[in-house]
Protein backbone atom coordinates (compact mmCIF):
# COMPACT_ATOMS: atom_id res chain seq x y z
CA UNK A 1 0.00 0.00 0.00
CA UNK A 2 2.95 2.01 0.80
CA UNK A 3 4.10 1.97 -2.78
CA UNK A 4 0.58 3.23 -4.18
CA UNK A 5 0.67 6.27 -1.28
CA UNK A 6 3.83 7.54 -2.06
CA UNK A 7 3.93 8.80 -5.04
CA UNK A 8 1.04 10.64 -4.00
CA UNK A 9 2.40 12.35 -1.53
CA UNK A 10 5.41 13.10 -3.65
CA UNK A 11 3.07 14.52 -5.88
CA UNK A 12 1.55 17.21 -3.11
CA UNK A 13 5.09 17.43 -1.58
CA UNK A 14 4.33 20.45 1.11
CA UNK A 15 8.26 21.01 1.59
CA UNK A 16 7.82 22.03 -1.84
CA UNK A 17 5.43 24.78 -1.47
CA UNK A 18 6.23 28.01 -2.16
CA UNK A 19 4.58 29.02 0.97
CA UNK A 20 6.82 26.47 3.48
CA UNK A 21 9.88 27.08 1.55
CA UNK A 22 8.98 30.66 2.35
CA UNK A 23 8.65 29.81 5.78
CA UNK A 24 11.90 27.74 5.99
CA UNK A 25 13.99 30.79 4.18
CA UNK A 26 12.57 33.15 6.65
CA UNK A 27 10.81 35.42 3.82
CA UNK A 28 7.48 34.53 4.94
CA UNK A 29 6.02 38.06 7.12
CA UNK A 30 4.89 37.42 10.20
CA UNK A 31 1.25 38.57 8.62
CA UNK A 32 1.45 35.12 6.34
CA UNK A 33 2.16 33.07 9.75
CA UNK A 34 -1.16 34.98 11.30
CA UNK A 35 -3.70 34.59 8.35
CA UNK A 36 -2.28 30.90 7.91
CA UNK A 37 -2.44 30.24 12.23
CA UNK A 38 -6.27 31.20 11.39
CA UNK A 39 -7.10 30.00 8.49
CA UNK A 40 -5.18 26.37 8.82
CA UNK A 41 -6.56 26.21 12.27
CA UNK A 42 -9.89 24.83 11.31
CA UNK A 43 -8.15 21.81 9.43
CA UNK A 44 -6.59 21.18 12.86
CA UNK A 45 -10.06 20.64 14.76
CA UNK A 46 -11.16 18.08 12.62
CA UNK A 47 -8.59 15.92 13.04
CA UNK A 48 -10.36 14.44 16.21
CA UNK A 49 -13.21 13.63 14.11
CA UNK A 50 -10.99 11.31 11.71
CA UNK A 51 -9.59 9.61 14.60
CA UNK A 52 -12.93 8.65 16.32
CA UNK A 53 -14.32 7.37 13.13
CA UNK A 54 -11.73 4.74 13.31
CA UNK A 55 -12.49 4.34 16.98
CA UNK A 56 -9.47 5.41 18.65
CA UNK A 57 -10.54 8.12 21.15
CA UNK A 58 -7.28 7.73 22.84
CA UNK A 59 -5.81 9.43 19.78
CA UNK A 60 -8.87 11.28 19.01
CA UNK A 61 -8.13 13.11 22.95
CA UNK A 62 -4.90 13.60 22.08
CA UNK A 63 -5.47 15.63 18.55
CA UNK A 64 -7.83 17.82 20.75
CA UNK A 65 -4.89 18.53 23.06
CA UNK A 66 -2.42 19.24 19.88
CA UNK A 67 -5.65 21.35 18.85
CA UNK A 68 -5.10 23.61 21.87
CA UNK A 69 -0.82 23.83 20.92
CA UNK A 70 -2.38 25.04 18.36
CA UNK A 71 -4.39 27.72 19.13
CA UNK A 72 -1.43 28.64 21.45
CA UNK A 73 0.55 29.25 18.17
CA UNK A 74 -2.29 30.86 16.95
CA UNK A 75 -2.10 33.68 19.64
CA UNK A 76 2.30 33.45 19.91
CA UNK A 77 1.94 34.51 16.53
CA UNK A 78 0.01 37.91 16.62
CA UNK A 79 -3.47 35.79 15.42
CA UNK A 80 -6.68 35.66 16.48
CA UNK A 81 -9.00 32.44 16.46
CA UNK A 82 -11.74 32.71 13.81
CA UNK A 83 -13.30 30.47 11.23
CA UNK A 84 -11.92 30.15 7.71
CA UNK A 85 -12.52 32.50 5.12
CA UNK A 86 -10.51 31.78 2.22
CA UNK A 87 -12.42 29.58 -0.46
CA UNK A 88 -9.23 27.21 -0.42
CA UNK A 89 -9.12 26.60 3.34
CA UNK A 90 -13.04 26.34 3.42
CA UNK A 91 -12.79 23.42 0.84
CA UNK A 92 -10.07 21.52 3.11
CA UNK A 93 -12.30 21.96 6.48
CA UNK A 94 -15.37 20.46 3.54
CA UNK A 95 -13.27 17.93 2.55
CA UNK A 96 -12.22 16.78 5.78
CA UNK A 97 -15.47 16.72 7.06
CA UNK A 98 -16.91 14.32 3.99
CA UNK A 99 -13.64 12.48 4.24
CA UNK A 100 -13.43 11.67 8.15
CA UNK A 101 -17.03 10.45 7.87
CA UNK A 102 -16.11 7.22 6.68
CA UNK A 103 -12.83 4.61 7.60
CA UNK A 104 -11.68 4.07 4.10
CA UNK A 105 -11.49 7.58 3.29
CA UNK A 106 -10.42 8.60 6.49
CA UNK A 107 -7.44 6.92 6.61
CA UNK A 108 -6.51 7.70 3.14
CA UNK A 109 -6.87 11.33 4.12
CA UNK A 110 -5.45 10.98 7.32
CA UNK A 111 -2.48 9.50 6.07
CA UNK A 112 -1.73 12.44 3.33
CA UNK A 113 -1.42 14.77 6.35
CA UNK A 114 -0.17 12.63 9.23
CA UNK A 115 2.42 11.11 6.88
CA UNK A 116 3.59 14.62 6.12
CA UNK A 117 3.48 16.22 9.25
CA UNK A 118 6.83 15.42 10.85
CA UNK A 119 9.01 16.38 8.09
CA UNK A 120 6.99 20.00 7.82
CA UNK A 121 6.54 20.52 11.41
CA UNK A 122 10.76 20.08 11.62
CA UNK A 123 10.94 22.20 8.99
CA UNK A 124 8.46 25.35 10.53
CA UNK A 125 10.02 24.32 13.86
CA UNK A 126 13.86 25.24 12.03
CA UNK A 127 12.44 28.25 10.47
CA UNK A 128 10.41 29.75 13.72
CA UNK A 129 13.74 29.46 15.51
CA UNK A 130 16.51 30.47 12.75
CA UNK A 131 14.72 33.63 11.68
CA UNK A 132 11.53 34.92 13.66
CA UNK A 133 11.56 36.73 16.62
CA UNK A 134 8.62 35.58 18.38
CA UNK A 135 7.63 34.33 21.55
CA UNK A 136 8.76 30.51 22.70
CA UNK A 137 5.18 29.39 22.66
CA UNK A 138 5.13 29.49 18.93
CA UNK A 139 7.20 26.20 19.15
CA UNK A 140 5.25 23.43 21.06
CA UNK A 141 3.18 22.23 18.45
CA UNK A 142 5.69 22.08 15.89
CA UNK A 143 7.85 20.30 18.77
CA UNK A 144 5.55 17.47 19.33
CA UNK A 145 4.58 16.89 15.57
CA UNK A 146 8.09 17.13 14.56
CA UNK A 147 8.91 13.47 15.94
CA UNK A 148 5.43 11.92 15.43
CA UNK A 149 5.84 9.18 13.16
CA UNK A 150 3.74 6.90 14.78
CA UNK A 151 0.30 8.39 13.74
CA UNK A 152 1.25 7.86 10.08
CA UNK A 153 2.97 3.84 10.96
CA UNK A 154 -0.67 3.70 12.83
CA UNK A 155 -2.72 4.89 9.92
CA UNK A 156 -0.96 2.86 7.57
CA UNK A 157 -1.30 -0.71 8.90
CA UNK A 158 -4.57 -0.16 9.21
CA UNK A 159 -4.72 0.64 5.44
CA UNK A 160 -3.06 -2.56 4.73
CA UNK A 161 -5.70 -4.75 6.68
CA UNK A 162 -8.67 -2.99 3.84
CA UNK A 163 -10.13 -5.27 1.59
CA UNK A 164 -9.42 -4.16 -2.30
CA UNK A 165 -12.04 -1.95 -2.88
CA UNK A 166 -11.31 0.09 0.17
CA UNK A 167 -7.99 0.54 -0.16
CA UNK A 168 -8.91 2.44 -3.39
CA UNK A 169 -11.20 4.79 -1.85
CA UNK A 170 -8.72 5.36 0.68
CA UNK A 171 -6.16 5.73 -2.55
CA UNK A 172 -8.53 8.45 -3.57
CA UNK A 173 -9.22 10.07 -0.24
CA UNK A 174 -5.20 10.44 -0.20
CA UNK A 175 -5.12 12.03 -3.44
CA UNK A 176 -8.05 14.77 -3.16
CA UNK A 177 -6.63 15.42 1.01
CA UNK A 178 -3.14 16.15 -0.05
CA UNK A 179 -3.83 18.18 -3.21
CA UNK A 180 -6.73 19.72 -0.64
CA UNK A 181 -4.05 20.68 1.88
CA UNK A 182 -1.28 22.51 -1.28
CA UNK A 183 -4.51 24.23 -2.25
CA UNK A 184 -5.05 25.86 1.26
CA UNK A 185 -1.51 26.42 1.35
CA UNK A 186 -1.85 28.03 -1.92
CA UNK A 187 -4.72 30.13 -1.10
CA UNK A 188 -3.11 31.53 1.75
CA UNK A 189 0.31 32.37 0.14
CA UNK A 190 -1.80 34.68 -2.31
CA UNK A 191 -4.01 35.70 0.45
CA UNK A 192 -1.05 36.74 2.60
CA UNK A 193 1.76 37.15 0.09
CA UNK A 194 0.62 39.17 -3.19
Request: hydrophobic content about 40%; glycine content about 4%.
Amino acid sequence: MKTKLDPILEKWNLLKHPFYQAWSAGTLPVEALQVYAREYGNFISTLPRAWETLGDSETAQEEREHAEMWTDFTAAVGGFTADASLPQTLNLVRASDALFADRASALGALYAFEAQQPATAQSKLDGLKTHYKLPQEVEPYFEVHSANWHESEKILRLLETLPADEQARALAACEQMASSLWDALTGIHEAACA
